[in-house]
């Protein structure tokens, strides 16, 4: 099979550990006889240093042109980075949300993931870790607060700033359904988070949410609201399936889920649209504060790229190496500095990218 890929280094450590998901990608095309054709293009602070804004059309044009999208991570360090006195719609982030837009990335699938191997890097007390938890968070991306209007004014010198929330009816239908069909193939059940006590476009979702599952009488749903889901994600973890909620929830509930597993440079993330077509990226950022020092963990990139080749290329068993080959990597008690713990070896961002290719 012939893959192909529009590839996304971007800022900080994005380039280095795109570099080693390439070299594990290139054992696996190898092992499994597929070729793979890789167009790299720039986004957010790369794009605004040679084109003056985060993202270009040319961008979205190759981004478009490819079966899916590889990114590694965007954006600086906001205190110190020129990038950050640009106005908010040409910093770095503008970028990524707009090829999501583009692209209509509406389906964000955030897996959090308690290694057996790595329960020790888990900061939840053992009595609530030792039950293990596997969640996967489906987020909304391509609509709610992060995409309706938005204005700062002054009057009166009183300076007033709003955002907008909103969902239409077929926004949440169709992630609602993505939540669904998911739950069938894990453990069929439903969290929909929302904050149906205070907002409408909550009341809708919920209202949506609760159609949709009619289609699926064998996942259970329930309802949870954030302030409540937030506090369960650290109380009992293991109570979760599948977590499906809008695009703000989504954003914060992730990084809490991903820093219970221990080991935010472990989570992969797959957007995906209606189609085959996928961006994949880790759940982390940029790290600029490590950024060419050879000591970032690739496996969220490495772990992405196997959803990559599961979600968009039908390749299960090429993605199933992979993901042995993080769990065999871990077993013989490699680790980057971020999941460092006594006994182990700790290897730099090449050489684990160099142990895992081997391992495919
Ligand atoms: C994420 C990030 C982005 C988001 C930022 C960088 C715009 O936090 O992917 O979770 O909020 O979606
Ligand atoms: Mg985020």
């Known amino acids: 099979m012939e893959l192909k890929i529009t590839c996304i280094p971007g800022d900080g450590i994005g380039p ?13 095309a190898e092992k499994y006889g597929h070729t793979i054709s890789y167009t790299d293009v720039l986004m957010g602070g790369a794009s ?46 503008a970028g990524l949300l707009s090829i999501r837009k583009a692209l209509n990335l509406f389906a964000n699938l955030r897996p959090a993931v308690l290694y057996d191997e790595l329960t020790g890097a888990c900061p ?13 968070i489906m987020r909304e991306l391509t609509g709610g607060l992060y995409f309706g209007e938005r204005r700062t004014t002054e009057e009166n010198g009183v300076k007033t700033a709003v955002d907008t929330l909103v969902y239409q009816e077929h926004e949440i239908r169709r992630i609602a359904v993505k939540g669904f069909e998911i739950a069938m193939k894990r453990r069929k059940k439903v969290t929909s988070v929302d904050k149906a006590n205070v907002l ?19 996942v259970t749903l329930e309802h949870m609201l954030v302030d409540n889901c937030a506090m369960q994600l650290v109380r009992d973890p293991a109570q979760f399936d599948v977590i499906l909620t809008e695009n703000m ?26 189609t085959k077509f996928g961006l994949y990226e880790p759940s982390h950022g940029s790290a600029p504060d490590i950024a060419g020092k050879d000591i970032a963990n690739p496996i969220a990139t490495v772990l992405s790229a196997a959803m990559m080749l599961r979600y968009s290329f039908d390749l299960d068993e090429a993605a199933d190496a992979i993901e042995n080959a993080v769990k065999q990597v871990l077993k013989e008690g490699y680790r980057t500095a971020d999941i460092f713990s006594d006994g182990c070896t700790l290897v730099g961002c090449r050489q684990m990218g160099d142990l895992l ?3 495919v």
Request: glycine letters at 6%; a negative charge.
């Open 16 to 28: 280095e550990i795109i570099a080693e998901a390439r070299k594990v990608l290139c054992a696996v």
């Open 48 to 93: 605004i240093d040679v084109h003056g804004v985060p993202l270009t059309e040319e961008a979205v044009a190759a981004a478009r042109n490819a079966d899916a999208v590889l990114m590694g991570s965007i954006g600086g360090d906001a205190a110190t980075s020129p990038w950050y006195k640009l106005p908010p719609n040409l910093r770095p982030e």
């Open 200 to 218: 409408d476009s909550s009341r809708l979702w919920r209202q949506v949410v609760e159609d949709v599952a009619k289609a699926y009488p064998e």
């Open 249 to 274: 929830f989504g954003d914060i509930l992730s990084d809490e889920a991903s820093m219970v597993t221990g080991s935010i440079g472990m989570l992969a993330s797959a957007s995906l649209n209606d």
């Open 357 to 359: 290719a081997e391992r």
């Open 124 to 136: 939840l007390k053992e009595e609530i870790s030792k039950a293990g938890f596997d969640m996967l």
